[in-house]
């Protein structure tokens, strides 16, 4: 597996591979790999013949009372990872190489920053559309208790993992009264509260049920609608989803 710090010499990369008829895929991450992460390595590998990860934590998507300064950084175990998975090329630049000094264009989503993480964290969704233009969707991976794999996690006390389970369980609850034929929003959110409400030291941030291609909120939903669920366990915020179906 190669290794680059500049963005030149990865396009020069990557446009080789393409110059051979490769089809590239690209993995972009923060680090602090988890096998969450490396699902997404492998599903790129099934899908491409040349495979491209990054590790950038980039500051643009965090806020000025976030985690960045804190933000776990594992990079020598993350590189074995990723060699160890087959990968390709590693591109893993500095701040200043993302963003030299008089760098002003952003990527903002109009009518989607604004809603769910990006309401409750201006900015956000910006710093993630401008590192990340295009992604491709795959299964969340969990933990064998629901809990939604997170490199904030490590962030958790023994008790706070424990009560961190509240947010699966919610969006479980949703979906099996949905399977059983409720299609209120208003009810099926209402729900999920209740579950909530189980963990008295678990703050909920929002609960939404939401179209997800516009991330609008429904009155009444149906296969394809997303639920999503942000909370504060202990001082960490943890988000999760799923698409009903």
Request: glycine letters at 6%; aromatic letters at 6%; zero cysteines.
């Amino acid at each position: 597996m190669k290794l680059q710090s500049r963005a030149v010499e990865t396009r020069s990369e990557t446009r080789a591979a393409k110059l051979q008829g490769k089809r590239v895929g690209f993995v972009p991450t923060m680090g602090a790999l988890h096998d969450g992460h490396i699902s997404l390595v492998r599903a790129a590998k099934a899908q491409s013949d040349f495979v491209l990860a990054s590790i950038f934590v980039n500051p643009t998507q965090f806020g000025p009372n976030e985690d960045l300064a804190k933000y776990p950084r594992t990079f020598e175990a993350d590189r074995k990872k990723l060699e160890a998975e087959g990968v390709d090329l590693l591109f893993a630049p500095s701040v200043e190489e993302m963003y030299p000094d008089g760098a002003v264009t952003f990527v903002p989503v109009e009518g989607i920053s604004d809603r769910l993480d990006g309401r409750s964290r201006p900015g956000h969704f910006r710093g993630v559309a401008t590192v990340v233009a295009k992604i491709v969707v795959v299964p969340i991976v969990r933990e064998p208790d629901g809990l939604a794999l997170s490199s904030r996690n490590a962030y958790l006390s023994p008790a706070e993992r424990k009560q961190a389970t509240v947010l699966s369980r919610a969006l479980r609850e949703v979906h099996a009264q949905y399977r059983s034929g409720e299609r209120s929003a208003a009810r099926l959110i209402e729900a999920a509260r209740q579950v909530f409400a189980s963990e008295p030291s678990v703050r909920l941030d929002y609960v939404e049920i939401v179209d997800r291609d516009t991330l609008e909120s429904v009155s009444q939903v149906k296969a394809g609608t997303l639920v999503a669920v942000a909370a504060f366990v202990g001082s960490t915020r943890l988000i999760d989803n799923v698409v009903l179906t």
